[in-house]
């Protein structure tokens, strides 16, 4: 369908419906909540007014001892006593935000506290992922007496031993799924021990730092109860732990839910001035006044920018940030992580344009579910960016393959690292794990994985991994697929006050996730590029009201709706607040024309197939159907003048229905018969070069061809074979 990643659409319903929905008028009279609002907590298991206050209030979670988690006990102690004996301490982190926060968070907390600390974070492109024996030597040669590793470590067993051997302790948090025999460390924190009691084992990286830090300060401070050292070290660096959470994209339930409340709040209240400079630095002067601190805002537009050093150069230029008091040093800073996340947009862009370029130049097999593409060139830490836009693109699961910076030299052994991400109904890690033969490793999740693949075996991957999920069901086209919305809406439930309750369902992520919404034949009463032409603005009319509605990442061409249209949408609702304005606004997921005008225009496409293939009689037209099928002398004129006019421009590439909109901008309201019949007879008769692109039907390009002498329509088969069909 036009528009959209032609997966199915769905709203969610169960068998309580009916019992659902007087569960919600319920609660929408007693808390004084919209209709909409309150069904969107009984669908998230709220069943009384009670139940729903829980929620909102986040009176159900409870932040559980850290002395429930295994080994916690010995690993507070022994950085207890390192901070009592001066020892010197290493943090010892992951390049990501987790890690990145992880390690700052600690490194305040330890130096805080008096102690003698320092950090080290690898370079991806120098050092890789994880502890290395030489980095361990160093720090020995520096004098290290404890290493205490955040977001890393739990399969380092190698490392640490060598670490214990040079007669430095290692405590280990981790939070990443163990394997085999547990590392040979003073402490092994990680809730994911088979071992571990501990209530919640999907605490991000930082979050384990944060029970760390509760416990130690619980050690060092024996007088104080264990909720005043909880309240103690939240109040200091929930904001961190916040972030990092976010960033991981950890479920956001149980401790993870107050964990990010609070920490939001934090930032909101801006008690942090290293995250005030970053929000200043992020915004370019754009906003004015405070906004509301969310959720999506620190893991759209703050995690990005923390993420970037580490991707792009050094991840401690984010962890000084953090950690300085120096405001002007933090200005300086949170403006270098810009400059480095524009570099980062930068090169995202130009291999978005070469994947691009592949796709169209070698198109896409029609009953590929995943497309998989390789380069020599890409950075390897930019990839899984691209992946997830080529799959929001084609409503296809892609996979990516660098061999960059790997000392590969085109031979076969040559090792690509290569990063994927899937659409729902696609289980990506569990399709790589029917391909492992053909990999080196292979690791992640339902919707995004990492994997390393050797280039001799690259053909057979790609062929191996869409077998296995066409053997799933999964068709190409992403029908197989499906995208499911929490609730249909009509115009009269798209409102502000629906957009601020939407608020008491924050902190959103992961099995709380924003809700999804639809709405059913909307009008696109207009359209416009903005930001420099990477996204597409459209305000849409539905009943009474009008709403701005925000395609990200898509062009108008990539929507291929235009002013006129009748349009189903599945968004988000969000209030913009630009230059102490609060406005309405859809974020758009999906967007598609309205089932009456798709069906409306297939049937004008099986009408010009079946003129084509002489089968006329088996479609039924009708008398206006008849007379409208057949281009006269004046359209052709009409859009040959088009074509000429926009090619002066260098507009080259249209969209059967971008170029039908065009003209009727100019007055000329053809249907497609007509039209796709006219770019035909131009491409026999040669009046005008026309290619149809790979793999995008009824698009195409268009160039301009010198003729000589005057051509007679008549001459062309096409145009005489459909007079001749519509005689009959």
């Avoid at 296809?396 to 590969?408: A, D, H, Q, T, Y």
């Avoid at 292979?442 to 991957?461: C, P, Q, S």
């Avoid at 929490?486 to 798209?494: F, K, N, R, V």
Wanted: hydrophobic share 40%.
């Amino acid at each position: 369908m036009t528009g959209s990643t032609r997966a199915e659409w769905k709203v969610r319903a169960t068998a309580a419906d009916a019992r659902e929905d007087r569960e919600a008028r319920v609660i929408s009279e007693e808390l004084d909540l919209s209709v909409p609002a309150a069904k969107l907590l009984a669908d998230r298991g709220c069943r009384t007014p009670a139940d729903a206050e829980r929620f909102i209030m986040k009176k159900e979670e409870q932040l559980y001892d850290p002395f429930l988690m295994k080994d916690m006990r010995l690993a507070a102690d022994r950085v207890a006593d390192a901070l009592t004996a001066g020892e010197r301490i290493v943090v010892y982190g992951d390049y990501d935000v987790d890690g990145v926060t992880s390690v700052s968070a600690l490194l305040l907390y330890l130096r805080e506290r008096g102690g003698n600390a320092g950090y080290y974070i690898p370079k991806r492109d120098r050092d890789g992922y994880g502890m290395s024996v030489g980095v361990i030597e160093r720090l020995a040669e520096e004098g290290c007496d404890l290493i205490i590793t955040v977001d890393t470590g739990i399969t380092a067993a190698e490392e640490i031993k060598a670490a214990g051997e040079l007669g430095i302790d290692v405590v280990l948090t981790d939070h990443h799924e163990c394997q085999g025999i547990l590392p040979d460390a003073a402490a092994v924190v990680n809730p994911r021990r088979d071992d571990c009691d501990y209530p919640f084992d999907e605490l991000a990286g930082v979050g384990v730092v944060f029970k760390l830090m509760c416990a130690v300060e619980t050690v060092l401070c024996p007088e104080d109860t264990l909720t005043d050292c909880v309240r103690r070290v939240a109040a200091e660096y929930c904001d961190l732990v916040a972030i990092g959470t976010i960033a991981d994209v950890m479920p956001v339930t149980d401790e993870n839910r107050l964990i990010i409340s609070y920490g939001l709040k934090l930032i909101e209240r801006g008690t942090r001035p290293a995250i005030e400079s970053l929000i200043r630095a992020a915004s370019e002067g754009r906003t004015n006044g405070k906004r509301k601190i969310t959720a999506g805002y620190i893991g759209f537009t703050l995690a990005p920018r923390i993420n970037a050093a580490g991707r792009m150069q050094d991840a401690s230029t984010a962890v000084e940030l953090f950690t300085t008091d120096d405001p002007d040093k933090a200005e300086e800073l949170a403006a270098a992580l810009c400059e480095i996340n524009r570099e980062r947009q930068g090169t995202e862009n130009e291999i978005v344009t070469e994947a691009y370029g592949m796709i169209e130049a070698e198109g896409i097999p029609d009953d590929d579910p995943v497309i998989v593409l390789s380069s020599d060139r890409w950075h390897h830490g930019i990839i899984g960016i691209v992946a997830s836009r080529i799959t929001e693109r084609f409503g296809r699961s892609s996979i990516l393959v660098s061999f960059e910076g790997e000392g590969n030299d085109g031979g076969e052994d040559d090792i690509g690292k290569g990063s994927g991400r899937s659409v729902k109904g696609v289980n990506l890690v569990g399709a790589l794990a029917e391909c492992s033969d053909l990999l080196e490793k292979y690791g992640g999740h339902e919707l995004a994985a990492g994997l390393a693949v050797k280039r001799g075996n690259l053909d057979a991957f790609r062929k191996r991994i869409n077998e296995t999920v066409k053997k799933n069901g999964i068709r190409a086209d992403g029908s197989g697929a499906s995208i499911e919305a929490d609730l249909e809406l009509t115009s009269g439930d798209i409102n502000m006050r629906l957009a601020e309750e939407l608020y008491l369902f924050e902190p959103y992520g992961v099995k709380n996730p924003v809700p999804l919404f639809y709405l059913k034949d909307a009008y696109v009463a207009d359209e416009s590029l903005v930001g420099g032409g990477k996204h597409t603005r459209l305000l849409l009319q539905s009943g009474d009201v009008t709403v701005t509605a925000m395609c990200f990442r898509k062009s108008i061409g990539d929507i291929d709706l235009y002013p006129g249209d009748t349009v189903d949408v599945l968004f988000n609702l969000d209030i913009n607040e630009f230059g102490g304005m609060r406005n309405l606004q859809m974020i758009v997921r999906d967007i598609r024309l309205s089932e009456a005008v798709a069906a409306e225009e297939e049937r004008e496409k099986k009408i010009y197939d079946a003129l084509l293939s002489s089968r006329i009689g088996e479609v039924g037209l009708t008398t206006e159907e008849r007379s409208s099928s057949v281009p006269v002398r004046d359209d052709f004129a009409a859009v040959y003048s088009t074509l000429q006019k926009e090619l002066r421009f260098d507009h080259r590439v249209f969209s059967i229905r971008a170029l039908r909109h065009l003209l009727m901008t100019r007055g000329f309201n053809l249907s497609y018969v007509k039209l796709k019949t006219i770019i035909m007879v131009f491409r026999e008769l040669n009046l005008i070069g026309v290619d149809e692109a790979a793999g995008a039907p009824d698009v195409f390009s268009f160039s301009d061809v010198s003729v000589k002498n005057k051509t007679s329509l008549d001459k062309s088969g096409i145009l005489r074979k459909i007079r001749n069909e519509l005689r009959a």
